[in-house]
């Protein structure tokens, strides 16, 4: 057998990608950055950048957080300010993905409370963020005077689609909806961060009963807030549950 030789086989490089989900104004949306470098200058695209010689998955797509956002991600047990919770969603390695070289990239998904504006870094012009509905359906973002944007760069709309399908499904099952909350929150701010992330509206009071009926779901913190106006509502936090048993299902479109 001949040694082996690495200059023998094509070199590419490998990437992170990062869908950012929040949930502003009782929508779901996601974190656009506006590439200020070809390819696709000027286009909208999802965060994210090369993976250093140096660097594990994870701790690149944490630096990409940082440096192109200023957010800043952490485990699900171990919460910061403005933090927020980042696992890998998929690979995606088709050999025309990017017309700079081979790439592969690594998408993670990354779910965090309503946060502040974030901040542009690394070849990223500006970045914002926006409903989901307006980058993957074309559709104007009031947030933009009613523009309507061009496709996101790469193939990063069927990123951000398997990301948003990844979170509807996980909230089904987990108690991950509690990452789009503050530490403390109500019944009712968890209720909208359901109806933001499956589209749908749900009954109040059916939804209290499940949340607060399930096993290590949520637990009360003996406060209660006005911040959503009415009668002083109760606030909880995260328990220490990780599946839901039962699960809280979807509803059918």
């Known amino acids: 057998m001949p040694p082996y030789d690495p200059s023998a086989f094509p070199p590419f490089a490998v990437t992170v990608d990062l869908v950012v ?4 104004r009782h929508a779901l949306c996601a974190l ?7 390819p696709f200058q000027g286009r909208w695209a999802l965060p994210g950048g090369f993976v250093r010689s140096d660097e594990d998955l994870e701790g690149a797509a944490a630096r990409e ?10 485990a699900p047990a171990g919460p910061t300010a403005y933090g927020a919770h980042l696992e890998q969603l ?6 025309q993905r990017d017309p ?12 965090a409370p309503d946060l502040p504006a974030p901040r542009a870094g690394g070849d990223a012009h ?3 963020w926006a409903p989901v509905d307006s980058l993957l359906e074309q559709t104007p973002d009031p947030g933009r005077d009613g523009d309507l944007p061009a496709p996101l760069a790469f193939d990063h709309a069927q990123i951000l ?5 990844r979170a509807r499904s996980k909230i089904e099952y987990s108690s991950l909806a509690t990452a789009f909350c ?5 019944v009712g701010e968890l209720r909208r961060v359901y109806e933001a992330v499956w589209g749908v509206a749900l009954d109040p009071r059916n939804f209290h009963r499940k949340v607060t009926g399930t096993p290590g779901f949520l637990v009360p913190t003996g406060g209660t807030t006005t911040r959503q106006g009415g009668r002083p509502a109760q606030l909880f936090r995260a328990g220490g549950a990780t599946l839901l048993n039962p699960p809280m299902l979807r509803p059918e479109a």
Do not use: I, K, N
């Not at 689609?161 to 399908?165: A, H, S, Y």
């Open 126 to 128: 500006s970045a914002r």
């Open 182 to 186: 503050t530490q403390e929150f109500t």
């Open 100 to 111: 700079r070289m081979r790439v592969v990239s690594v998408a993670h998904l990354v779910l």
């Open 161 to 165: 689609e398997d990301g948003v399908e």
């Open 65 to 74: 957080l940082a440096e192109e956002t200023g957010l800043h991600a952490h």
């Open 21 to 24: 989900l929040t949930v502003r």
């Open 90 to 95: 998929a690979t995606y390695g088709d050999p």
């Open 32 to 38: 656009a950055v506006r590439r200020g470098e070809p």
